[in-house]
C-alpha cells in the first residue's frame, strides 16, 4: 500500500505517470481481486507538443489476479508500443497538434478484451499553477487509495470566514465508468474538523437539483460520490456547492464551489451528414479536378482526438478503368479525379464506400457510400451516315428539298454535346443552297435559297460540315459530306425585255400604223424553240400583234378621252408563248403613254335654263372640253341665228364659263338659244340651249302653266263625271255579253280541235350514260394556257368597262365595236356551253321534209374497222355500217 498525504499527486516530469495505485486496508473483508487494468484512464503530461521516436512516456499497470507480470499489450494507435511490462513507448514521431492525444490500450484475460483509454497531454496547456490542484486518475472499484482532499479556505480565527488565498480546482472523472456505484471520487474536509464535529452537505445540479442524486456525500467523512455513469455529450461539467456545519455550533465554513468535469471518451462514432453522397464528374475531367465532398461529425469533444474524424476510399465499383479512378482528402473529405479515362458511354456511375474514423482515422468507424454520375463531355465527334450523295433538283424553285443528311452522335442524346449544326463550308459562293438541323437535331436538310438556272450552271458540289451545339471538349475530327446536285432543265417562260414596256405616241395614229416591236427570250437555250406573240387584254380592242414578229400595229383609232384611258395611259397585256409539247407563257405590259391631239369642241353643260322676261338675271352656263389644257380654255362664244336679236352672250373673266343674259322682254314660252362655243385653237360646236322664258320679274323666277292655271272647279268636276259615265257603260256593256253567253250550250270549241292548244314539253336532258362524266379530259392542255379563256373555273382578270352610249349618232358605230370586243374579253360572260332552253314554235313551217334526204350510198367505200378502236359503242357502229351484208 502506498501511502500519500492529502492533496498531494504523483507528478512525472517529461512523460510521468500520475496514477493512484492499488492499495488494500488490512484486515479488510472485502478485499476481492478483479482482473484489469489499476486505472479508468491513463494521462501521461509532456512538456513539448512534438514527440521523438523512442520516448518512453509512462507505464500502464494490469492485474490478472495472478502472479504474472509480462502481458501481451496491444495499441490500437499504431504509432504507439507497450512493452510486456506495461512501459508506454513511440514507435516514430508525433506532433499533438490539439495538445492532446487520445487512444486505447488493450490486453487478452480469459478470452476476453480488456481496454483502458489512454490520453497524452501538453503540459503547457494542461500544467498546473502552484495554487491549482487537478484530479487526473481514477481508483478502479475494490482498490483501497487515499482519496484526493479539497480543504475549505482557511479562516482567521473560530467560525470567521477570511479572504481566500487558492483556488479550487476542477475534479476530472470519466464519462461512462463502469463502477461499481456509488464510487468517491474525493473526500471534503475543513479546517475545523479537529475541534468540532463537522457535518457536511452537497448542493446544486446533480444534488438536490435535476439530475438529483447523482452525486451524493458522506455527511461524517466529506466523501463525495457519484451514484452512475456520466456522459459528457449530455453535460460536461456539474458545478456543486459544498458546504460544512459544525454540530452545535452552526455554518463551520463558507461554502465550497466544486467543479466535476466530465472527461470525454471516444464512445461516439462519426456520423455521415447524409447517407449516399450524390455528385457528378464530367467525363472530359482531368487528374486534380474536384468533384464533391463528404462529410461526417462525431458528438465526441470537438477538437480532441475523439471526434478528429478521418476519410478513407474503401472501395470503387466498379473498379474500371482503374480501381483509383478517385481520391479522398482524408481531413477534408473532397474527392477529386486521380486517373483520367473516365468515358459516359461505357461506365456512367461510380459508387465509392467511404470509411469516416475518429482518433485521427485510428479510432471507431463508420461507412457510407458517394455515388458519382459521370456527365457528358463533349467527347464524341457527329459523324455522316453517307459520306457523299448525288441529287437532282429542277431550276428556278425556291425553297426546294435538294437532300437530308442523316448524322450519328455517341455523346447522350438530346444534350447540347449531342445536337448538331451544319455548315456549307464550299462549292456555294452565291448563296444558292441553305443548309439547317432538322428536327431530329441529327440531321442536315439543305434548300435551295435561290433559283438555280441550268442555262448558267447545271452542277453544283458542296461540301457540308457537322459539329455539335457545343465546342469540342477534347481535339476531334470534323466529319464532311459531299453533295453533287445536278440541275434539271424546265421549260421556262419567254421573258419580255423589259417586262413593262412604255412608249409615248399621240392619239391620232392612223389605222395600221406601226406602234412599237415588244419580243420575248426563250431563257431555254439548250432547247430550239419558237415564240409566238398574242394579245391577251387589249380592253379597246385597238391593237393587233404579229404572230411571229410581236410588231404591234394600231388596228382602230385610239382616243386618249376613252373611258379605257387613265392618267393618260393605255395598258395591253402581251403574250409570249414557247412552241414546247406543254407551252410555257412569258407575259408583257405594253403602256402606251398617249399625247393629246384637239379632236374634241367644246360644249355647254346645260341644256336647260329659266329666267325672267322683267329685268332678267345673267345666266352662267358652264363648258367642257376633254381635250387636255392646251386644247380648252380660253374659250369663245358666238350666238347664232336668231338668237341674236334677244340674247347677248360673252365669256365670264376666266374664259371658262359663259354669261347669257336676256336682253328684249319675251312672252312667256320654250326659247331656242344656239351658241357656237370655240377652244383656243379655233374648234367650235354649236350648242342648243332650250331657255323657259317666264312671267315674272329678276331672280326669282316663277314659271306657271297658263293652260292648266286656267281651269275652274267646275272644269274639274265634269272631266271627273264624265270618267264615272264611262265607266258604267262598261259594266252594263259587260253584264249584257255574260247573259248572252248564258243562253249558249254548245261550247265555242269542240274538244276534238286541237289547232290552238298549247302542249308543255319539258327539257331535254343527258340519257342514264350521261349524268356523270370527268370534265377534266376536257381540259388537258389548258392549265399550260393562260391565253385560252376557262369557262370552268373562276375568272381571275378585272372585267373590262364597256363605252357608255355617245350623245353624237356618228359615233354609233364605234361604239358598237368597242363594246363588242370588251365583250369578246369579257370573263364574266356566259359560257359557250350554257344549257339553252326551247320553246314550241307551232307547226306550218314553211320549209320542205327532211325526210326526203337519204344516206349516201358511198359510205361502202368508207373503212369503218378504225371505229373499233374508239371503244365499246363505236364497236357497234362499226359492226353496223363495216360489216356488209351481215
Given at each position: 500500500m502506498y501511502s500519500k498525504q492529502m492533496g498531494a499527486f504523483w507528478f512525472v516530469e517529461l512523460g510521468v505517470l500520475i496514477l493512484f495505485l492499488q492499495a488494500f486496508k488490512p484486515g479488510s473483508s472485502e478485499s476481492k481481486c478483479l482482473p484489469g487494468f489499476n486505472s479508468e484512464i491513463y494521462i501521461f503530461k509532456v512538456e513539448r507538443n512534438h514527440l521523438q521516436s523512442g520516448r518512453r512516456l509512462g507505464k500502464v499497470v494490469y492485474n490478472d489476479c495472478t502472479s504474472r507480470t509480462s502481458f501481451l499489450f496491444h495499441s490500437e494507435d499504431s504509432r504507439f508500443k507497450v512493452d510486456g511490462d506495461g512501459t508506454l513507448k513511440l514507435k516514430r514521431g508525433l506532433t499533438l497538434h490539439n495538445g492532446h492525444k487520445e487512444f486505447y490500450v488493450s490486453t487478452q484475460s480469459k478470452g476476453k478484451k480488456i481496454m483502458v483509454p489512454v490520453r497524452v497531454l501538453h503540459e503547457a496547456r494542461h500544467g498546473h499553477h502552484h495554487n491549482h490542484h487537478e484530479m487526473t486518475t481514477q481508483p478502479k472499484p475494490g482498490a483501497s487509495l487515499s482519496l484526493p482532499v479539497l480543504n475549505f479556505p482557511k479562516s482567521s480565527g473560530g467560525l470567521k470566514r477570511r479572504k481566500r488565498d487558492w483556488v479550487i480546482p476542477p475534479i476530472n472523472f470519466p464519462e461512462n465508468d463502469r463502477g461499481p456505484f456509488p464510487k468517491n471520487m474525493v473526500q471534503i474536509r475543513s479546517n475545523n474538523d479537529k475541534e468540532v464535529k463537522i457535518q457536511y452537505s452537497i448542493t446544486g445540479a446533480g444534488a438536490d437539483l435535476p439530475p438529483v442524486g447523482l452525486f451524493t456525500v458522506d455527511k461524517n467523512s466529506g466523501t463525495l460520490y457519484v451514484t452512475q455513469p456520466l456522459d459528457r455529450e449530455k453535460k460536461d461539467k456539474y458545478i456543486l456547492l459544498a458546504h460544512a456545519v459544525a454540530v452545535g455550533a452552526g455554518v463551520a465554513e463558507d461554502p465550497m464551489e466544486i467543479i466535476v468535469k466530465v472527461i470525454d471518451m471516444n464512445d461516439n462514432k462519426p456520423v455521415f451528414t447524409q447517407n449516399p453522397f450524390t455528385g457528378t464528374v464530367p467525363e472530359a475531367s482531368k487528374p486534380g479536378d474536384e468533384v464533391m465532398q463528404v462529410t461526417a461529425t462525431d458528438a465526441d469533444e470537438e477538437g480532441s482526438a475523439n471526434s478528429d474524424v478521418r476519410y478513407t476510399i474503401i472501395r470503387q465499383e466498379p473498379s474500371l478503368p482503374s480501381p483509383n479512378m478517385f481520391v479522398i482528402n482524408p481531413v477534408t473529405g473532397g474527392i477529386r479525379v486521380n486517373a483520367p479515362g473516365l468515358d459516359r458511354e461505357k461506365i456512367p456511375k461510380y459508387t465509392l464506400e467511404i470509411q469516416a474514423a475518429d482518433m485521427e482515422g485510428n479510432g471507431l468507424t463508420s461507412f457510407g457510400k458517394a455515388i458519382i454520375t459521370v456527365t457528358d463531355s463533349n467527347d464524341n465527334a457527329p459523324q455522316f451516315v453517307t459520306p457523299s450523295y448525288t441529287v437532282s433538283v429542277p431550276e428556278n424553285k425556291v425553297d426546294?428539298?435538294?437532300?437530308?443528311?442523316?448524322?450519328?452522335?455517341?455523346?447522350?442524346?438530346?444534350?447540347?454535346?449531342?445536337?448538331?449544326?451544319?455548315?456549307?463550308?464550299?462549292?456555294?459562293?452565291?448563296?444558292?443552297?441553305?443548309?439547317?438541323?432538322?428536327?431530329?437535331?441529327?440531321?442536315?436538310?439543305?434548300?435551295?435559297?435561290?433559283?438555280?438556272?441550268?442555262?448558267?450552271?447545271?452542277?453544283?458540289?458542296?461540301?457540308?460540315?457537322?459539329?455539335?451545339?457545343?465546342?469540342?471538349?477534347?481535339?476531334?475530327?470534323?466529319?464532311?459530306?459531299?453533295?453533287?446536285?445536278?440541275?434539271?432543265?424546265?421549260?421556262?417562260?419567254?421573258?419580255?425585255?423589259?417586262?413593262?414596256?412604255?412608249?409615248?405616241?399621240?392619239?391620232?395614229?392612223?389605222?395600221?400604223?406601226?406602234?412599237?416591236?415588244?419580243?420575248?427570250?426563250?431563257?431555254?437555250?439548250?432547247?430550239?424553240?419558237?415564240?409566238?406573240?398574242?394579245?391577251?387584254?387589249?380592253?379597246?380592242?385597238?391593237?393587233?400583234?404579229n404572230k411571229d414578229t410581236g410588231l404591234i400595229k394600231v388596228k382602230s383609232l385610239m382616243d386618249r378621252e376613252s373611258t379605257f384611258v387613265q392618267n393618260n395611259k393605255y395598258s395591253v397585256i402581251v403574250l409570249g408563248i414557247d412552241n414546247d409539247e406543254i407551252p410555257a407563257t412569258g407575259t408583257g405590259t405594253l403602256i402606251i403613254e398617249l399625247d393629246d391631239v384637239n379632236d374634241n369642241a367644246p360644249t355647254i353643260d346645260e341644256s336647260v335654263i329659266k329666267v325672267c322676261n322683267k329685268e332678267s338675271s345673267p345666266q352662267l352656263l358652264s363648258v367642257t372640253d376633254k381635250d387636255s389644257a392646251g386644247f380648252a380654255a380660253p374659250y369663245t362664244v358666238q350666238l347664232q341665228g336668231l338668237s341674236q336679236s334677244n340674247w347677248t352672250a360673252r365669256m365670264n373673266d376666266t374664259k371658262t364659263g359663259i354669261i347669257l343674259t336676256l336682253k328684249t322682254m319675251l312672252d312667256s314660252g320654250d326659247y331656242t338659244v344656239v351658241l357656237r362655243v370655240s377652244d383656243n385653237q379655233g374648234l367650235y360646236h354649236d350648242s342648243t340651249v332650250q331657255a323657259s322664258v317666264c312671267d315674272c320679274k329678276g331672280a326669282d323666277v316663277q314659271c306657271t302653266d297658263k293652260a292648266v292655271a286656267g281651269f275652274g272647279i267646275s272644269s274639274i268636276l265634269g272631266i271627273l263625271g264624265a270618267v264615272l259615265l264611262l265607266l258604267l257603260l262598261s259594266l252594263l256593256l259587260l253584264m249584257f255579253l255574260r247573259k248572252r253567253g248564258g243562253e249558249k250550250k254548245e261550247p265555242l270549241l269542240q274538244e276534238d280541235d286541237v289547232r290552238d292548244n298549247i302542249y308543255y314539253y319539258d327539257e331535254e336532258g343527258g340519257g342514264e350514260d350521261d349524268q356523270d362524266f370527268d370534265l377534266s379530259v376536257l381540259h388537258k392542255g389548258l392549265d399550260n394556257r393562260p391565253d385560252v379563256f376557262r369557262n370552268d373555273i373562276a375568272p381571275t382578270m378585272a372585267r373590262p368597262e364597256y363605252r357608255p352610249r355617245p350623245a353624237n349618232p356618228a359615233d354609233i358605230g364605234n361604239f358598237i365595236d368597242d363594246n363588242l370586243k370588251a365583250a369578246d374579253n369579257d370573263p364574266t360572260a356566259p359560257p359557250y356551253d350554257s344549257l339553252l332552253v326551247f320553246d314550241y314554235e307551232g307547226g306550218g313551217s314553211e320549209a320542205g321534209s327532211l325526210s326526203s334526204l337519204n344516206s349516201s350510198n358511198s359510205g361502202d367505200d368508207q373503212d369503218y374497222d378504225l371505229l373499233q378502236e374508239w371503244g365499246p359503242r363505236f364497236k357497234k357502229l362499226s359492226d353496223m355500217y363495216g360489216g356488209g351484208e351481215d
Open positions: 426546294a428539298l435538294v437532300v437530308k443528311m442523316p448524322v450519328t452522335d455517341g455523346d447522350e442524346p438530346h444534350s447540347s454535346a449531342w445536337a448538331t449544326t451544319y455548315k456549307i463550308v464550299d462549292g456555294d459562293p452565291q448563296g444558292l443552297f441553305s443548309v439547317s438541323t432538322g428536327p431530329s437535331k441529327l440531321e442536315g436538310i439543305i434548300i435551295t435559297a435561290k433559283p438555280l438556272d441550268f442555262e448558267k450552271n447545271n452542277k453544283y458540289t458542296l461540301l457540308v460540315t457537322v459539329q455539335n451545339e457545343v465546342p469540342f471538349a477534347i481535339s476531334l475530327p470534323t466529319s464532311t459530306a459531299t453533295v453533287v446536285v445536278n440541275v434539271e432543265d424546265v421549260n421556262e417562260a419567254p421573258v419580255f425585255t423589259p417586262v413593262e414596256k412604255i412608249i409615248r405616241k399621240p392619239e391620232d395614229l392612223p389605222v395600221n400604223s406601226d406602234l412599237v416591236l415588244y419580243t420575248a427570250t426563250d431563257p431555254d437555250t439548250a432547247r430550239s424553240q419558237k415564240v409566238s406573240y398574242k394579245i391577251r387584254n387589249d380592253p379597246a380592242g385597238w391593237l393587233s400583234i
